[in-house]
């Protein structure tokens, strides 16, 4: 009989443990030479002055069972924040035991205590288990929109005005806040 999987959310001790999920995570997901953050930047970005994000674990008895990562959304047209799933991971010797339902169970709990109009993740197309596990739980798939995506070298041309923007007076001294 497996110990039972409890959650919670994560505390600057666990931000070892959960960089080293990431990096499996990756690695599983054939990006493993792509995760460029080191722990130092996830605890900042989880417990810095001005966190980012938030991160809850899941534990089967004592041990480490899981992640999920998420931050703050807002939808315009619902005039109503919402919750982003930024990464779920459960390693192979704790599948199918019910951590990712738990870890899903405790954000929904979240989402649902703070308002929030909904909870979104993307999911790989070729991840069938997961696709199949998020059809189970009720998850609908959106598949009619499309990620988009600015970094590296185009992000900063687009912030240098380099498409004839004109910016003035949108950048601001206000401290970006996730919640």
């Known amino acids: 009989m497996s110990p039972a999987v409890t959650v919670r959310p994560a505390r600057a001790a666990d931000v070892a443990q959960i960089h080293a999920f990431i990096v499996e995570l990756a690695e599983y997901e054939h990006a493993g030479d792509q995760v460029l953050g080191t722990p130092e930047l996830l605890a900042d970005a989880l417990f810095g002055e001005h966190p980012a994000a938030e991160a809850l674990i899941a534990e089967s008895g004592d041990v480490p069972a899981g992640f999920a990562l998420f931050h703050a959304t807002f939808s315009t047209w619902e005039c109503r924040a919402g919750l982003w799933l930024e990464d779920l991971y459960v390693p192979p010797s ?12 405790a954000l929904a709990a979240i989402a649902v205590q703070r308002g929030c109009a909904r909870l979104e993740w993307n999911a790989l197309d070729w991840n069938d288990p997961a696709l199949r ?16 995506r600015v970094s590296g070298q185009a992000l900063r041309r687009l912030a240098a005005g380099a ?4 910016i003035l007076g949108v950048l601001s001294t206000r401290p970006y806040r996730a919640s």
């Open 94 to 105: 704790h599948r199918r035991a019910g951590v990712g339902g738990s870890l899903l169970g």
């Open 163 to 166: 498409f004839g923007l004109n």
């Open 133 to 148: 596990f998020y059809a189970g739980i009720g998850a609908e798939r959106l598949s009619e929109w499309e990620l988009h």
